[in-house]
């Protein structure tokens, strides 16, 4: 979902920073930007996922190296809003304008960090407080004597805020 928002915007140079690549989350986040890139032909800016923590910090760092490797990178699709924060602080430092020259888009809707970034984060919303809910209202009803069967599934949204925007 991430990579396709930055493709139909025109982004062709996509790098992928993300977490702990002993994480499922990390390693079905990477699957998912290369399956999509492979689709259209692209290849993966950087040449490699880049894992490591779930921190600013790991952002930054990675986004260093990045750029040392690859600096015509057009977008960067970060693993968690954290990283993100720590990619677009490197882009800045860098007077690479957000996202004119570079997108950046994150994961998770941390909107302590997303709607604070500069500019506000886009990122991928994995619909928590809805599956919450969901996970609740099941509870209720088992403790009430139905129990239910089956399994319900909370997809996730994409947030669209200002740190991507079509090329022109």
Known sequence: MAVDHLIRHGRRRIAHITG???????????????????????????????????????????????????????????????????????????????????AVIGFDNWNILAVNARPPLTTIDMNLEELGRLAAQRLFAAIDGTLGSGIETVGPRLITRESTAPLD
């Open 20 to 102: 702990d690549p002993s994480y499922g989350a990390a390693q079905d986040r990477a699957r998912g930007a290369l399956d999509r890139l492979a689709e259209e032909g692209l290849p993966l800016a950087g040449d490699q996922v880049w894992f490591g923590a779930w921190s600013e910090a790991w952002g930054r760092g990675a986004t260093r190296m990045l750029l040392q490797r690859d600096p015509d990178i057009d977008a960067i699709f970060a693993g968690s809003d954290e990283i993100a924060r720590g990619v677009l602080d490197v882009l800045h430092q860098e007077k690479l304008a957000v996202p004119t020259q570079v």
